[in-house]
């Protein structure tokens, strides 16, 4: 018989309490899964954006509602409940509270990593230059290709990203749907690296927009948070077709 790993929430990995919220976390391998419980009245932009700064939780969360209901809130203002046995996928960019009078509890098994390491974990703080891509009207595009031609041609434009964050020295933090999260050592290998990346866009008829920032970032495992972080994001987020933005530390 295969090796059976067998853990228990009632015996959990780890116990975290924070204002207005507790998780049970158990580690299987590279999966890690939490229950957490949010009290009435908790939210991420009242309890966690002091610790961790920012406008908007950049965290993927995937997970289940077992109890309670969990509200969202994007920067469009649009809203979306959660309530038991509903299955969630929240994109990074969110504020979560909880709705009503009792207690969210919710099973997670993506984004705990990131969402606890960054409130609780061993981190570093390090002086890092910030790249961040993204395709202009994107939306737009997809409609217009279609699901499987627009696959493909994401496909194939973040595959010459990466090539490029290779040949200039950057490492890839995380893909943010259809561009880049990179750190690199100085602001110049950055704004090279960010031209180059341009350029392959172009050539396959793609418009980027990209933003550089230098600051100190707060390292968690594989990816790096902060206010540095949301500042590049904003910076990039005023960015037109083929501009490049850098702030005035980079």
Known sequence: MADVVRKSFRA?????????????????GELTLSIETVEP?????????????????????VGMILSGTLGVRFPDGSTAEFGPEDVYDIP??????????EPCVQLSWAGNRPFFAGLIGARSRVLATILF????????LAVRLGDTRWRELLSTHLVRARA????????????????????FDSPGQALRCAA??????????????????????????????GVTVH?????????????????DLA
Request: charged share 25%; with cysteine; proline share 3%.
């Open 92 to 101: 990074p960019g969110h504020d979560g509270y909880t709705v009503g009078d």
């Open 231 to 247: 500042a590049t994001q904003r910076i990039m987020a005023a960015a037109g077709a083929d501009e490049i933005l850098v702030s």
């Open 133 to 140: 891509t993204d395709l202009v009207d994107s939306t737009a």
């Open 41 to 61: 009245g908790w939210s991420w932009s009242e309890h966690v954006r002091p610790r961790v700064g920012g406008d908007w939780c950049q965290v993927r969360h």
């Open 12 to 28: 959990p990995d780890e116990v975290v309490e924070l204002p207005k919220l507790t998780a049970r976390i158990v580690e299987l």
């Open 164 to 183: 490029e964050l290779e040949r200039y020295g950057g490492r890839e933090v995380k893909a943010t749907g259809d561009g880049l999260l990179a750190t």
């Open 196 to 225: 180059a990346i341009r350029a392959v866009a172009n050539r396959d008829g793609l418009h980027l927009r990209a933003g550089v920032h230098v600051g100190e970032v707060e390292v968690v495992g594989a990816d790096v948070v």
